[in-house]
């Protein structure tokens, strides 16, 4: 059984400040996506990495994946007040699965002034 | 991205009736369709995956007879809870895509069972 986890899942950080969430997965997997909800809305798609290696970067956001070690980071750089959400990774499960999507528990950011 | 609209947002309904979520792609054919609930401060769980006209495969410990989901057409998707009770109350959020691209969420719908 696939297990994603995330880590930390609760993060309080300063403006300015730099930090890193990490998301491990179980299984083989070459396409792992990250997404933001905001309380009460749904999904908001961030990134899409699609191999090892892959590295992109949007605003302040900047993410990576490494396939071998089953491992994808989302780094924040110079956090603001508008990044408080909730962040997800998801792994994609493969064609021979429907492409079903299987998500970590989720790292709660709040970013204080 | 592509779009998918999810209705309604939001619903309130009684015990022991049914309510029915639709998901439609706007301006993709959607293949797949999966339909996900999430329960406060967590995580997305899958309830179901739908392929245009077939059966929907459910996730482990999904009931099936509660929860109908129909995936008649390349656009549109539902989700049927059947005789609804409190416990059913969450937030239902599906997903569509086409071939093997990128999946797109629609808004989620939040349904409260009174």
């Known amino acids: 059984e696939l297990k994603v986890e995330q880590n930390p899942l609760f993060l309080s950080m300063q403006e300015g400040k730099n930090y890193t969430i990490y998301c491990n997965y179980s299984?083989?997997?070459?396409?792992l996506y990250w997404y933001r909800q905001d309380p009460g809305k749904s999904l908001e798609s961030l990134f899409v990495?699609?191999?090892?290696?892959a590295v992109k970067q949007e605003g302040r956001l900047m993410a990576s994946l490494d396939t071998k070690a089953r491992l994808s980071t989302l780094h924040i750089t110079a956090a603001v007040h508008d990044l408080s959400a909730t962040y997800f990774c998801?792994?994609?499960?493969?064609?021979?699965?429907?492409?079903?999507?299987?998500f970590g528990q989720g790292t709660e950011l709040s970013v204080k002034p | 991205g592509a779009v998918v609209s999810q209705h309604p947002s939001r619903v309130i309904c009684k015990s022991g009736t049914s309510v029915k979520i639709e998901c439609r792609s706007l301006?993709?054919?959607?293949?797949?369709m999966f339909w996900y609930r999430q329960f406060p401060k967590k995580s997305l769980m899958l309830m179901a995956t739908?392929?245009?006209?077939?059966?929907?495969?459910?996730e482990q410990g999904v009931e099936k007879d509660k929860f109908l989901i129909n995936h008649a057409s390349l656009t549109l998707s539902t989700l049927t809870v059947t005789s609804a009770h409190p416990e059913d109350s969450s937030f239902y959020i599906c997903?569509?895509?086409?071939?093997?691209?990128?999946?797109?969420f629609g808004q989620g719908t939040r349904l409260t069972v009174v």
């Open positions: 299984t083989t997997s070459d396409r």
């Open positions: 998801a792994v994609d499960m493969g064609r021979n699965q429907g492409g079903k999507l299987i």
């Open positions: 739908s392929n245009e006209g077939s059966k929907a495969t459910y």
């Open positions: 301006d993709f054919q959607a293949t797949t």
């Open positions: 997903s569509g895509k086409q071939g093997g691209t990128e999946a797109f």
């Open positions: 990495l699609l191999s090892n290696g």
